[in-house]
């Protein structure tokens, strides 16, 4: 396990994918009745930006940064709907407008979580299980915030079916590992086998077109429900060997999230300067 999430927080597809998770929680909270996250692949959990991963790779600056200076800060302009819960996570972390720390997945689902919801996060790496602890733990005791040194795919037999019966799962692993597609969508069919209602987001890098052509034609197969596909593509397509955009697959989405996204990648795209406005969105029922 090479991959550490240091080196990318507050990247384009960081941002994505928070603003994506915030809006997703904020829909399961329409409810009174509480629900459980499950984070699979979970991550440290917070980030300084200024410590030496961050800054070798300065990633940030393509994501976090112009969204902040945007909207965050003290000067910003009041975010849009949209990017309001997303947003708020990140002012809580930065009071004084300066921006420092970035919320991981499961800090953001922590701060989001109302007390009849439930958070479980797994994490795999030593070292990064042991930061999680650090970071979103102190809140920890509280009864439903649960983090596990363990790996997230197995999670999901220990896990499922969730007692609530109403469930997301985010599912975010590194692609390291060549058969990481099988393995997701095994985890796919066990979730679909002992719980089909709940709503699964998967994570995927966009960089080689006939790989994801391939992957979404396995998920079609796999008759798992309705599933959305979300790409916003950040640079042309030009080349495989490079990530060009984040992606997301989800089975069960909520009924208005193409709606929310098709609204929402446009705006990250202005403010991200990606250089590519609705061209660079590809959101699409499979
Ligand atoms: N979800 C996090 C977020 O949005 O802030 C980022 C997660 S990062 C892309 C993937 C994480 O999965 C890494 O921290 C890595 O150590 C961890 N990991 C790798 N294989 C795993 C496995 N089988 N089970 C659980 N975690 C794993």
Known sequence: MNYRHAYHAGHICDVVKHATLALLIAYMQRKEKGFALLDTHAGYGLYDLHDEKAQKTKES????????????????????????????????????????????????????????????????????????????????????????????????????????????????????????????????????????????AIWYPVKDRPTLWSFHERLREAKLGEVLIAEFLFQPELRADRLNGTGFAFVNPPFILQEQLTALFPLLHQTLETGMGAEGSILTML
């Open 61 to 200: 600056e393509a994501g976090i940064v112009p969204l902040w200076k945007t909207f965050g800060g003290e000067d910003g302009l009041e975010p849009p709907e949209l990017l309001a819960a997303y947003l708020r996570c990140l002012k809580n972390l930065n009071p004084d407008g300066e921006l420092r720390f970035y919320a991981g997945s499961p800090f953001l689902a922590r701060q989001m979580l109302r007390p009849q919801d439930r958070l479980i996060a797994c994490e795999a790496h030593p070292d990064d299980f042991a930061a999680l602890r650090r970071t979103v733990l102190p809140e920890a005791d509280r009864k439903n915030v649960q983090l596990h040194h363990r790996d997230g795919y197995a999670a999901l037999k220990a896990f499922l079916p969730f007692a609530e019966k109403r469930g997301l799962i985010l599912i975010d692993p590194p692609y390291e590992k060549p058969d990481e597609v099988d393995a997701l969508l095994k985890a796919l069919m066990l979730i679909n086998e002992r719980a089909p209602q709940v709503t699964v």
